[in-house]
């Protein structure tokens, strides 16, 4: 996180706009950008933005609910994160095989707390400049 993150949305949000202007948007472009959005309001720490970012997207692959899944947890939910987490398994199963336990989403449950220390230190830090 190099707090460049302002530019990229910026970028991203002239790119969104470009794509809903033509005629016949690429839904799979759109969301792509919709999920980069996502993603760089997860990484400074604003779940809400990156929440009504997917909102817009299609839930079409495993990396919808995955998403929701850390937004959910960096916003304290953890019933509802294991829910968009247990729908990211089923999904992600479909294609590789079965593996899903309860230790394993501990771990994502850890890393998802470790990005969001991250993402506080690094705006407190920001707010000190």
């Not at 299609?58 to 947890?73: G, P, Q, R, V």
């Not at 939910?77 to 398994?89: D, G, S, V, Y």
């Amino acid at each position: 996180m190099n707090r460049r993150e302002d530019e990229a949305i910026k970028i991203l949000k002239k790119a969104m706009k470009k794509k809903k202007a033509q005629t016949k948007p690429n839904s799979n472009e759109a969301n792509e950008i919709g999920f980069l959005l996502a993603e760089l309001y997860i990484y400074k720490g604003d779940v809400q933005k990156a929440s009504k970012c997917l909102a817009k997207v299609e839930a079409s692959d495993a990396k919808f609910s995955l998403y929701k899944a850390i937004i959910s947890m960096m916003d304290q939910k953890e019933q509802e994160a294991i829910q968009h987490w247990e729908t990211f398994k089923e999904i992600q199963n479909q294609t590789i095989p079965p593996s899903f336990n309860e230790e394993e989403f501990t771990e994502f449950k850890n890393a998802v707390y470790l990005l969001k220390q991250d993402i506080d230190a690094a705006a407190t830090q920001l707010k000190k400049q």
